[in-house]
């Protein structure tokens, strides 16, 4: 992540100085599907090669692409799909590459999975293609457009540059055969859980995605889920205003494992400690993770999934569109593609991926064939998954946190 900002702060300032002598350094590009209908979209889009660049490390999401996604592409739209997996920090400084060395036309990246903090410094830096989610039909038919998760991504504007693609919710899970029935509902119940449990329970580190939004979770248990609002991304206002979560924090260490001195490195390492049993506990933002690890046989059917009373983080991952995709046409195809009820309903029985569908804007039909899907043991009720849901903590702000959680807490 440092390195990217590097990257980014050099193109910043490189663009500015451009800016100087000459303002078609930093013009738009003119849009080729601008007035097109959209089945003229689709026809121009048949016979093309898209490019979907994403995270590597999600095998079984990257699975289904391959299984379901890729075939469907060929079949409907004759559009050949070609998934690419890369770490999300490798696919955007490629982006920014191709930015500052001015490829402005035939980049080598159509589809891009992307949320958080890389969508606000590729939208802020003008690697993104859009707006363009007013130009899809399924974003209309059925997701709801008004929905918060729609409009802003970690307290961010969207602005059309990016298009739902899958949901997504932190949930807690405990093998209740070693810990119990009786699960916390909030942070003072967490910290006696731990104590009862002492050195039984960790959680990654906030470089880990899942780290840093337990971490973050922490922070709205002890200080309120509008702790951020009018808050500064400036260090000492960041570290004021969760001072109270880090007082917490500190006290939790002394009863997780290695004392807080140390903590997994990311969600993988944690969850090979619960399932060896050197955890009682863990976490993950697959809120239907439960069932399919109990499923495969890889942790005992006395695991349950919990939640805290007063909501978890909830957010949606999205796709977006190069700045300097050759192929437009197509990515919006293949985008309005996995919006549809179809490929969203196949993500969902395959693997359990949240729709980011409005299930009331389904027919009856295509509802109750998502509502028959099975859950899977263990797991919160879909009605609990979908609601207590909290906004994500703004992408700003995510990174100072972190750096706080490094200085003042870890070995506290």
Same mark, same amino acid.
């Not at 206002?237 to 969760?242: F, S, T």
């Given at each position: 992540m440092k390195k990217l900002l590097v990257i980014l702060l050099s193109l910043v300032m490189t663009f500015s100085l451009c800016a100087c002598g000459s303002k078609t350094e930093t013009t738009a590009q003119a849009d080729p599907c601008e007035g097109m209908t959209w089945d003229e979209i689709v026809e121009a889009a048949r016979g093309t090669t898209v490019s979907f660049y994403g995270w590597g490390g999600d095998e079984q999401r990257n699975a289904w692409l391959e299984d379901f996604y890729v075939p469907y592409m060929k079949d409907k739209y004759d559009i050949t799909l070609k998934v690419v997996g890369m770490d999300i920090n490798d696919i955007l400084s490629k982006l920014s590459s191709e930015k500052e060395a001015g490829e402005d036309e035939n980049g080598s990246i159509d589809m891009i999975w992307i949320n958080g903090e890389n969508f606000y410094s590729c939208k802020e830096n003008g690697m993104l293609y859009g707006p363009f989610t007013d130009k899809l039909p399924n974003m209309s038919e059925y997701v709801d457009t008004e929905a918060y998760e729609n409009n802003y991504d970690f307290g961010k504007p969207i602005e059309g540059y990016e298009a739902p693609y899958s949901s997504a919710k932190m949930v807690m899970y405990a093998d209740t055969a070693k810990t119990g029935d009786a699960l916390p509902t909030n942070a003072d119940?967490?910290? &006696?859980?731990?104590? @009862?449990? =002492?050195?039984? *329970?960790?959680?990654?580190?906030?470089?880990?995605?899942?780290?840093?939004?337990?971490?973050?979770?922490?922070?709205?248990?002890?200080?309120?889920?509008?702790?951020? &609002?009018?808050?500064? @991304?400036? =260090?000492?206002? *960041?570290?004021?205003?969760?001072?109270?979560?880090?007082?917490?924090?500190?006290?939790?260490?002394?009863y997780l494992w290695q004392q807080g001195k140390q903590f997994p490195a990311d969600r993988g390492a944690m969850d090979t400690m619960f399932a060896n049993g050197e955890l009682v506990m863990g976490m993950t933002y697959e809120a239907l993770q439960v069932g399919t690890e109990i499923e495969k046989g890889n942790i005992p059917k006395t695991v349950k999934s919990f939640e805290f009373a007063d909501g978890m983080i909830a957010n949606t991952n999205y796709m977006a569109i190069a700045y300097n995709s050759p192929n437009k046409a197509g990515a919006l195809v293949a985008i309005n593609a996995m919006m549809s009820p179809e490929m969203q309903l196949s993500s969902y029985e395959e693997y359990k991926h949240l729709t980011i569908l409005d299930l009331n804007k389904l027919d009856d039909k295509t509802r109750d064939a998502f509502n028959a899907v099975d859950a899977g043991e263990g797991n919160l009720t879909l009605d609990q998954i979908g609601t207590n849901r909290l906004p994500e903590t703004p992408a700003d702000i995510v990174p100072i946190a972190e750096e706080v959680w490094r200085e003042c807490v870890v070995g506290k």
């Open positions: 119940e967490f910290m &006696e859980f731990c104590k @009862a449990n =002492k050195g039984k *329970v960790t959680y990654p580190e906030v470089t880990d995605f899942t780290g840093s939004t337990f971490m973050r979770q922490l922070i709205y248990e002890t200080c309120g889920s509008d702790v951020w &609002e009018g808050v500064e @991304a400036d =260090k000492d206002a *960041v570290q004021e205003a969760m001072q109270p979560a880090i007082d917490y924090m500190v006290e939790l260490n002394q």
